[in-house]
């Protein structure tokens, strides 16, 4: 069984930073990538950032149009770790986010291609 686990979460005001971090443990799996998605009360999930490994650290990113130049992903393969440093944090990036994994090709900002999911880590900025 492969678990997820985000940490980094809380109450920032705006302008403030945060920095999200996600492990997985288990048994040994083999991740292609992994992501970082929100939802927030009422709405969709929606995708934040992504990395697609090469090699054993870094790879290529990914970040949604609404948090370019704001959030910044990276990852350690071999540990099966994923960051997601977010700067200038804005009321509208509240919401619950999640870190997940996918094992599988396919579009890394579909959730629909990530089989593993953490519980998810609150994230709260005010005005």
């Known amino acids: 069984q492969v678990q997820l686990v985000e940490s980094g979460g809380g109450l920032v005001q705006a302008g403030g930073s945060l920095r999200l971090s996600c492990a997985a443990s288990g048994r040994t799996f083999s991740s292609i990538g992994m992501g970082w998605f929100r939802q927030a009360p009422g709405k969709e999930r929606e ?13 290529i990113v990914y970040h949604a149009d609404s948090v370019k130049n704001r959030f ?6 071999a540990k099966s770790t994923v960051y997601l440093q977010m700067n200038s944090l804005k009321p509208e990036d509240t919401a619950v986010y999640y870190c997940a994994a996918r094992s599988v090709a396919g579009s890394p900002v579909s959730s629909m291609n990530y089989h593993y999911w953490g519980q998810g880590t609150q ?4 005005s």
């Open 47 to 59: 995708f934040v950032a992504a990395i697609t490994w090469s090699g054993w650290s870094g790879g």
């Open 72 to 77: 910044t992903i990276s990852g350690d393969n």
């Open 123 to 126: 994230v709260t900025v005010s």
